[in-house]
């Protein structure tokens, strides 16, 4: 058993051209004054941080931790979502995952496959400096517009593009694997990587690189409609980052897991709020805690009603309200007493054999 840390939040939703959520010093010292303890960093958002200085120099890593602990948290993980994404496009993606990469390499798949490539390999090295233990990313997709074909997926479509997944992401958890990191993939429908059979497939395809992790986010899998306290059973060895997000699934005569092609506030599955939507988090918790899992609760704000502000300041208090203090000794300790062996012989009956 295992304390979870936290309560952390996940910059990436808050990142703005205003103060405080402009600078570096100023996010960590807002995050700071509602209750969080950790800061979990988007690496794509230069308003706040430098990946490839960060890569570089210690010095520069050193100074934005103590920055961060002059306000009161400490930098929990790096974040290349953006960047993870952009290993592995399908070609129906390539105009709409453009955005994510630099106007350079625009139009040109491989030149922007390249460039995230080389930034995992910068956020592995960025997380040595910082000391880290674990990063969070997304895997990409190359078998994401055949989930569910018409005509049907022509047999070995779905083996050769994890074959392929697992080769482009190889080296990368391997580079990780140098440094002492755990890539932490976030298990999301638009991935490859969307639910516990699927991150079989990636782990097979990797031959069960001991770097590939696990970003346990519950709100993805109620929208899925899995069963997201049994998947903390079955993937517990695996998960070394924690989204706590809520979510709700509210299916109707109109529309159920597929939505409609509505808009979020319209949608049966809808990311909530803490608190506002469905998820069992007390039961999340203390299956994390019993299954060991000693890293951060983070939060990542996302919600189709709720003000972001609001739902940042009400998110420490509900995290910090779930972490559970695990206990040293048994309840029931009190009534135990000293070991006697041939006590314990003579109530099995026993007696002196």
């Known amino acids: 058993m295992s304390t979870i840390k936290g309560p952390a939040i996940f910059l990436a939703q808050f990142a703005g051209d205003t103060a405080p959520f402009n600078s570096w010093a100023a996010i960590t010292k807002w995050a700071g004054s509602l209750g969080y303890r950790g800061v979990q960093v988007p690496t794509w958002d230069a308003r706040l941080f430098d990946l490839q200085k960060a890569a570089q120099s210690k010095s520069y890593c050193d100074d934005l931790a103590g920055v961060a602990k002059e306000n009161g948290v400490e930098i929990t993980e790096l974040s290349t979502h953006l960047q993870g994404q952009l ?123 001991k770097r590939a992790a696990i970003n346990y986010d519950p709100s993805h899998f109620v929208l899925q409609q899995l069963d997201y306290l049994a998947f903390i059973d079955i993937y517990k060895e695996r998960i070394k980052a924690f989204h706590v997000k809520d979510a709700e699934f509210n299916p109707d005569g109109r529309q159920g897991v597929y939505s409609g092609y509505q808009p979020w506030i319209k949608r049966a599955g809808r990311f909530r709020s803490l608190g506002d939507g469905q998820v069992d988090f007390s039961g999340i918790f203390s299956r994390l805690a019993a299954a060991g899992f000693d890293s951060w609760a983070v939060l990542e704000w996302e919600c189709c009603l709720k003000h972001p502000e609001d739902g940042a300041r009400e998110g420490a208090p509900f995290i910090a309200s779930h972490i559970i203090r695990v206990t040293e000794k048994a309840f029931d300790d009190f009534a135990g007493g000293a070991v006697d062996r041939s006590m314990i012989r003579s109530m099995l009956g026993l007696g002196g054999r």
């Open 87 to 209: 290993v592995a496009v399908n070609p129906a993606y390539d105009k709409a995952f453009d955005a994510f990469a630099p106007p350079a390499v625009h139009g040109k798949p491989k030149a922007r496959q390249a460039w995230a490539v080389a930034q995992m390999m910068l956020a592995a090295k960025a997380s040595a400096n910082l000391g880290l233990t674990a990063h969070v990313t997304f895997p990409g997709a190359l078998a994401w517009p055949y989930v569910y074909p018409w005509p049907q997926r022509p047999e070995g479509l779905i083996e050769t593009a994890f074959k392929e997944l697992g080769r482009r992401w190889k080296p990368i958890l391997d580079a990780f694997d140098a440094v002492g990191c755990d890539v932490c993939y976030e298990i999301h429908p638009g991935e490859d990587i969307f639910d516990g059979a699927t991150f079989e497939m990636f782990l097979d395809a990797v031959k069960g690189h």
